[in-house]
């Protein structure tokens, strides 16, 4: 302890000049400038080390403008570096959740209702996606114009909407025309023309043929004008024949096809395997909720159908008739948009291929 106290007392007599034993100025050897410099770097060591650490805390009274102002960038600098990190850990949850939702998609069967528990996955998959939307409240709508195709769409039977007033939503064929398109894969339903349920009980009776075309549903929304046009294309039901059958049936189906040998091929337009498509439009008057600005007023102004054969579209004006209701934007990004509707509808659309390749 004597030793050490004496290596102490040299030490700070060296650099602060102090002397801790009473000695006349002639006696004190003078202290060297690297001891001097040695001894400072080590207090600013332990200093700045103590004050990191929180065991010194300088009061009020010690801190500078210059010193107040370097503490608040530092803050200010750690606290932009969290939220830049926070944000590409949400950007990578939320292609994530898109991407699953996609293959969920591709899942789709050809020409078939979807199954109920891919329904309810997919369902599971846009609810957590709409809470990862990167866009905010205010561009939602501007972001939403332009042309959009209808990948899927369902009714979420979870929905308040549809708890409220279930049979309604069965009845409307204007607001229940698409289906599943998936125009980047090999599934997708044709749109039927009849109401979803309707159609569908009629397909798997085997009164009706299932769809057997690849159909489109496009959206042009134009925020100017305050109009949305829907086209989609419709495959006409087509009803079953029987098929015959008896001792007879064997040289009946020869004859017809010597018959049909001689007489050549059939023409394309009389060939009872060719679906028969058909285009309705309909243009919707849209204008922006003056609560939620995610959500849109629509009403239904008018329809314009075209059958084959016909030389132009017949329209059909809606007038009062015209229904209403609103659409509201869960999620949307650059190419992807999930909207849901007033009967409890839930649509998923993205950009057509073309553009998505110009953005």
Not at 165 to 173: E, H
Request: proline residues 8%.
């Amino acid at each position: 302890p004597s030793r050490a106290r004496r290596m102490t007392q040299m030490v700070l007599r060296e650099i602060f000049l102090v002397d801790l034993q009473p000695q006349s100025l002639e006696q004190r050897p003078p202290p060297t400038m690297a001891i001097r410099l040695a001894g400072l770097l080590l207090a600013l060591t332990a200093a700045s080390w103590l004050y990191a650490e929180g065991f010194i805390v300088p009061s009020r009274g010690c801190h500078s403008q210059a010193f107040r102002t370097t503490s608040r960038e530092v803050r200010s600098n750690a606290e932009l570096r969290y939220r830049v990190e926070a944000e590409d850990l949400k950007d990578e949850v939320r292609v994530h959740r898109k991407t699953a939702l996609l293959d969920l998609l591709l899942e789709v069967p050809s020409n078939a209702p979807t199954p109920a528990k891919l329904t309810s996955e997919i369902l599971e998959k846009v609810a957590s996606l709409e809470e990862m939307c990167p866009s905010k409240d205010v561009d939602v709508l501007p972001t939403s114009g332009g042309t959009w195709e209808l990948l899927w769409t369902t009714q979420d039977r979870r929905s308040r909407e549809w708890r409220r007033n279930p049979v309604r939503a069965y009845i409307n064929p204007l607001e229940n025309q698409s289906y599943s398109n998936n125009p980047d894969g090999e599934g997708g339903r044709a749109n039927p023309i009849l109401p979803r349920f309707v159609q569908d009980r009629l397909e798997r009776m085997g009164l009706l043929r299932p769809g057997s075309t690849k159909t489109r549903s496009t959206q042009v929304v134009d925020l100017q004008a305050g109009r949305v046009r829907n086209v989609v294309t419709l495959e006409l039901p087509t009803l079953r024949r029987p098929t015959r059958t008896g001792r007879f049936a064997r040289f009946r189906r020869r004859r017809r096809r010597n018959s049909e040998a001689a007489a050549g091929p059939p023409a394309e337009a009389f060939s009872p395997t060719k679906p028969r498509l058909a285009s309705l439009t309909i243009i919707i008057r849209i204008r922006p909720n003056e609560i939620d600005l995610r959500k849109v007023d629509v009403k239904f102004e008018a329809a314009k159908l075209k059958l084959p054969g016909m030389p132009r579209a017949v329209n059909f004006p809606l007038g009062v008739v015209g229904p209403r209701g609103w659409l509201r934007t869960g999620y949307i990004d650059e190419d992807f948009r999930i909207t849901r509707g007033h009967k409890g509808s839930v649509f998923i659309l993205q950009r057509p291929k073309r553009r998505r390749q110009e953005v």
